[in-house]
């Protein structure tokens, strides 16, 4: 007989270890998904029978124990598009300096760490800041313009990180075939990089709807109000917006029946899942058309 | 010099191009150095709303030392300590919560799964990140609750406990998500060394892949803090609100954040109790950028190597 491979006794105990540990890690993870799996399924088991037409386009009613979300919905959507007004433009702007003409130097680290600390900075101090500065000082009021700008400023390094990607991704010899048909650097950014990069651009703008539809703290100083009998007529009027809808009729509200939050937060978190899983398809579908 | 002047004139000419060029570069660096504008300037509409209360009502003793936060009495004390403890504990809860399953499902991602399976969790750990805060505020008014009425056989379910499992639930996502980018920044070859040495891949996790990620995986843990003292509206739904020492999970508390949230509607512009709110802001603010600055420092140690 020729000797053949026989597992050794220490063959055997590897074997079994790297299982058991293979298992333990797996239910860790699955102990971080499952949970929120159910609790998000109690939320529709729960919420879902208050979901319908009525629900979504009539204005609340019995000081807002009956009734619908409408001027609410609306007021998020209105706040969004402010914010995209914003924080597109600036956030686009910005990752193009970073990713295309920034040096290597004290300004650029300044920039990137400002970046990481925008994100970083507690969502009521953003509130504080937009209470002081577009509130007050710049006299906006409390105003869908205030709290746009408050969460467009809080949610920007979302924008600028996920467009200075997309960017970086272009592969640089693209830019040096434009330069060298003696392109200037702005018509080599405008014709070349951007429309390679427009699909992480969009991806950005896709998340920073669904994160401004679901940021409450900063706008329930500076624009968002409790409870309003009519619909904002400018972008300097208070709105209701869904978010701090969901905090109201959870905690403020008295004799609020126990199914209508729950139908509000399912709304809500339909609206940012939603959001975020179109980003997710839309990301692996271009990756997947990509030509380089 | 002669060979400058070889080159066509044409192409030194400042056109229009030229401009369109120069303008545009400027319009970009405008919006790369917006960012350094709104932090200074989100330090200075701070400091500026909050400084008639440093220098007048506040007490560096009072502020640090004592748990009585009284706003509304008639001689108002604005002592921030339980408010501190407060948030401290309920971060600390969460961190506790989030460290084991957040690790363990970067190491399973990074080095176990693989092709579908791998994205697919990914895609998963990315939509919880997504949840909103008022959303995970409300769960734990209601669902976790309920739960830990249930479970626990306490009166009150809205303490320490519940708003640190529900911070910690919102932390672990976003760790997860670094934790994993520190794991797979480990080179490929420190792999397949150990694997050649005969090392089983448990071991080569445990004694390669681990260590070499540690600084990234420090930093994971640093932002998941800093995630922890600024979070607002879950915490201020899920703890309770109580002006609180805690002494076991069960106790309710009140968090640094939460109380501003809560009380900058029922103050008027310029008083004492509005500024004491901002101050609290810049304290909030400055632990914040501390923590992110040293997990940037962190990280930026091992690009150093």
Same mark, same amino acid.
């Given at each position: 007989?020729?000797?053949?491979?026989?597992?050794?006794?220490? @063959?055997?105990?590897?074997?079994?270890?790297?299982?058991?540990?293979?298992?333990?890690?797996?239910?860790?993870?699955?102990?971080?998904?499952?949970?929120?799996?159910?609790?998000?399924?109690?939320?529709?088991?729960?919420?879902?029978?208050?979901?319908?037409?009525?629900?979504?386009?009539?204005?609340?009613?019995?000081?807002?124990?009956?009734?619908?979300?409408?001027?609410?919905?609306?007021?998020?959507?209105?706040?969004?598009?402010?914010?995209?007004?914003?924080?597109?433009?600036?956030?686009?702007?910005?990752?193009?300096?970073?990713?295309?003409?920034?040096?290597? @130097?004290?300004?650029?680290?300044?920039?990137?760490?400002?970046?990481?600390?925008?994100?970083?900075?507690?969502?009521?101090?953003?509130?504080?800041?937009?209470?002081?500065?577009?509130?007050?000082?710049?006299?906006?009021?409390?105003?869908?313009?205030?709290?746009?700008? &408050?969460?467009?400023?809080?949610?920007?390094?979302?924008?600028?990180?996920?467009?200075?990607?997309?960017?970086?991704?272009?592969?640089?010899?693209?830019?040096?075939?434009?330069?060298?048909?003696? *392109?200037?650097?702005?018509?080599?950014?405008?014709?070349?990089?951007?429309?390679?990069?427009?699909? =992480?651009?969009?991806?950005?703008?896709?998340?920073?709807?669904?994160?401004?539809?679901?940021?409450? #703290?900063?706008?329930?100083?500076?624009?968002?109000?409790?409870?309003?009998?009519?619909?904002?007529?400018?972008?300097?009027?208070?709105?209701?917006?869904?978010?701090?809808?969901?905090?109201?009729?959870?905690?403020?509200?008295?004799?609020?029946?126990?199914?209508?939050?729950?139908?509000?937060?399912?709304?809500?978190?339909?609206?940012?899942?939603?959001?975020?899983?179109?980003?997710?398809?839309?990301?692996?579908?271009?990756?997947?058309? %990509? %030509?380089? | 010099?002669?060979?400058?002047?070889?080159?066509?004139?044409?192409?030194?000419?400042?056109?229009?191009?030229?401009?369109?060029? %120069?303008?545009?570069?400027?319009?970009?660096?405008?919006? =790369?150095?917006?960012?350094?504008?709104?932090?200074?300037?989100?330090?200075?509409?701070?400091? %500026?709303?909050?400084? *008639?209360?440093?220098?007048?009502?506040?007490?560096?003793?009072?502020?640090?030392?004592?748990? @009585?936060?009284?706003?509304?009495?008639?001689?108002?004390?604005?002592?921030?300590?339980?408010?501190?403890?407060?948030?401290?504990?309920?971060?600390?809860?969460?961190?506790?919560?989030?460290?084991?399953?957040?690790?363990?499902?970067?190491?399973?991602?990074?080095?176990?799964?693989?092709?579908?399976?791998?994205?697919?969790?990914?895609?998963?750990?990315?939509?919880?990140?997504?949840?909103?805060?008022?959303?995970?505020?409300?769960?734990?008014?209601?669902?976790?609750?309920?739960?830990?009425?249930?479970?626990?056989?306490?009166?009150?379910?809205?303490?320490?406990?519940?708003?640190?499992?529900?911070?910690?639930?919102?932390?672990?996502?976003?760790?997860?998500?670094?934790?994993?980018?520190?794991?797979?920044?480990?080179?490929?070859?420190?792999?397949?060394?150990?694997?050649?040495?005969?090392? &089983?891949?448990?071991?080569?996790?445990?004694?390669?892949?681990?260590?070499?990620?540690?600084?990234?995986?420090?930093? #994971?843990?640093?932002?998941?803090?800093?995630?922890?003292?600024?979070?607002?509206?879950?915490?201020?739904?899920?703890?309770?609100?109580?002006?609180?020492?805690?002494?076991?999970?069960?106790?309710?508390?009140?968090?640094?954040?939460?109380?501003?949230?809560?009380?900058?509607?029922?103050?008027?512009?310029?008083?004492?109790?509005?500024?004491?709110?901002?101050?609290?802001?810049?304290?909030?603010?400055?632990?914040?950028?501390?923590?992110?600055?040293?997990?940037?420092?962190?990280?930026?140690?091992?690009?150093?190597?």
């Amino acid at each position: 007989m020729t000797a053949r491979f026989a597992a050794t006794a220490l @063959n055997l105990s590897n074997y079994r270890a790297e299982k058991r540990y293979r298992l333990m890690l797996f239910s860790m993870t699955a102990m971080l998904v499952l949970p929120v799996l159910i609790i998000l399924s109690i939320l529709v088991i729960r919420g879902a029978p208050m979901i319908s037409f009525e629900f979504l386009f009539e204005f609340p009613r019995a000081g807002m124990t009956e009734g619908g979300i409408y001027p609410a919905l609306l007021g998020t959507i209105f706040i969004v598009l402010v914010d995209l007004v914003f924080a597109m433009p600036i956030g686009v702007a910005a990752a193009i300096y970073l990713s295309e003409y920034a040096p290597d @130097n004290w300004l650029t680290r300044a920039i990137n760490l400002a970046i990481i600390n925008l994100a970083g900075v507690p969502s009521i101090v953003h509130a504080l800041f937009g209470v002081g500065a577009f509130v007050i000082f710049f006299q906006f009021g409390t105003s869908i313009l205030a709290a746009a700008l &408050t969460v467009a400023i809080m949610t920007l390094p979302l924008v600028i990180v996920a467009t200075r990607e997309s960017l970086q991704a272009v592969p640089h010899a693209f830019r040096e075939a434009c330069w060298s048909m003696g *392109a200037t650097r702005w018509q080599t950014i405008f014709t070349v990089i951007l429309p390679n990069a427009i699909s =992480g651009i969009l991806t950005g703008l896709i998340l920073e709807v669904s994160r401004t539809a679901g940021e409450t #703290a900063p706008i329930m100083f500076t624009g968002a109000a409790f409870f309003l009998p009519f619909l904002p007529e400018s972008v300097f009027d208070q709105t209701m917006a869904l978010s701090l809808h969901l905090f109201v009729v959870s905690t403020q509200v008295p004799n609020v029946p126990e199914a209508l939050p729950f139908g509000v937060a399912l709304v809500l978190i339909g609206i940012v899942l939603i959001m975020n899983a179109l980003s997710i398809v839309f990301r692996s579908y271009l990756r997947g058309k %990509k %030509k380089w | 010099m002669a060979e400058k002047s070889a080159v066509p004139s044409r192409l030194d000419q400042r056109d229009a191009s030229w401009f369109i060029d %120069k303008l545009f570069q400027v319009l970009m660096f405008v919006g =790369g150095i917006s960012a350094v504008i709104f932090i200074i300037g989100i330090f200075v509409f701070i400091t %500026k709303e909050g400084l *008639a209360f440093l220098f007048e009502g506040f007490s560096f003793l009072e502020f640090f030392g004592s748990i @009585n936060w009284r706003p509304t009495s008639t001689n108002p004390t604005y002592g921030a300590l339980a408010l501190i403890v407060g948030t401290a504990s309920i971060t600390g809860v969460a961190i506790l919560v989030a460290i084991p399953f957040s690790i363990g499902a970067a190491v399973y991602i990074s080095e176990f799964a693989t092709g579908k399976t791998k994205e697919t969790l990914k895609v998963l750990v990315e939509l919880l990140a997504a949840i909103p805060s008022v959303v995970w505020g409300f769960i734990g008014l209601s669902i976790m609750n309920e739960f830990i009425i249930e479970v626990f056989d306490v009166p009150i379910g809205l303490n320490v406990l519940n708003a640190g499992i529900i911070l910690g639930l919102m932390a672990a996502p976003i760790m997860t998500t670094i934790a994993e980018d520190a794991l797979k920044a480990v080179p490929d070859k420190y792999r397949e060394a150990a694997e050649a040495m005969g090392a &089983t891949r448990w071991q080569i996790i445990r004694q390669v892949v681990l260590p070499a990620a540690k600084n990234g995986l420090v930093s #994971a843990v640093l932002l998941g803090v800093g995630r922890g003292f600024g979070e607002t509206m879950a915490v201020l739904m899920a703890s309770g609100h109580a002006i609180n020492i805690p002494t076991s999970p069960f106790d309710s508390v009140r968090a640094l954040t939460a109380t501003i949230a809560a009380e900058l509607g029922e103050t008027a512009q310029g008083s004492e109790h509005y500024g004491a709110l901002f101050a609290l802001g810049i304290f909030l603010f400055l632990i914040t950028f501390i923590i992110n600055l040293a997990a940037d420092l962190v990280v930026r140690g091992i690009r150093k190597k």
